[in-house]
């Protein structure tokens, strides 16, 4: 198999081991005390932000140079459904990005107010979020599950990307449970994770 499939997981791996040690509470902490709590409340997000942009965008230009093999395409009329959906996959994925603020979600609203990094973060459990706890993954998934046309490079970066944001989305869980209480563990109990209907057991 003359691909990148394995590369591009590697890549991906690097990819997490980075995402995850800069989304650390320890770095966090670590950070807030050398930059100090007022830069840190005011940019530390955005940076974030826009560190995960650039340091995926090489695992993209993997995908798209290293040697590959087609696994199938989507043929007509078929794949004007599966465009369909992945459509409004994007248009899921933004509006739950807006429901919790998608200004503040990417750090662009504390660097400019500085006020806003100190405003508590309300609970969303209404539109997507009544179904699932993490429709933003649950819409992600969708859109890249859906590609019209599978290769084995596109199949690792799928399978990279799925992984990570579950075990994210996991982790996640407990800082939500931190900020909400039981609030969020009874949302958590009553709500699927990521995919409706199926409940994860709390752990």
């Not at 660097?111 to 009544?130: D, G």
Request: aromatic share 16%.
């Amino acid at each position: 198999m003359q691909t990148g499939f394995w590369w591009i997981l590697f890549a991906l791996v690097l990819y997490g081991v980075v995402h995850s040690i800069l989304a650390a509470h320890h770095t966090k902490n670590w950070v807030k005390k050398w930059w100090g709590e007022a830069n840190y409340n005011r940019f530390y997000r955005l940076f974030f932000s826009i560190q995960a942009a650039v340091l995926f965008a090489p695992v993209l230009v993997l995908v798209a140079v290293l040697p590959d093999q087609l696994i199938y395409r989507i043929s007509p009329p078929w794949v004007y459904l599966t465009i369909a959906l992945q459509v409004l996959a994007v248009v899921g994925l933004l509006h739950s990005i807006m429901l919790t603020g998608m200004l503040r979600f990417t750090g662009v609203q504390q660097a400019f107010n500085p006020e806003q990094a100190q405003k508590p973060i309300a609970m969303v459990s209404n539109s997507l979020y009544r179904w699932v706890r993490h429709p933003i993954y649950t819409c992600m998934f969708l859109f890249i599950w859906l590609m019209p046309v599978m290769s084995w490079n596109i199949l690792a970066l799928n399978i990279g990307v799925s992984v990570y944001n579950v075990l994210g989305a996991l982790l996640e869980e407990r800082k939500l449970l931190t900020e909400f209480g039981q609030s969020y563990e009874e949302y958590r109990k009553r709500t699927a994770f990521i995919i409706p209907g199926i409940k994860i057991r709390n752990w």
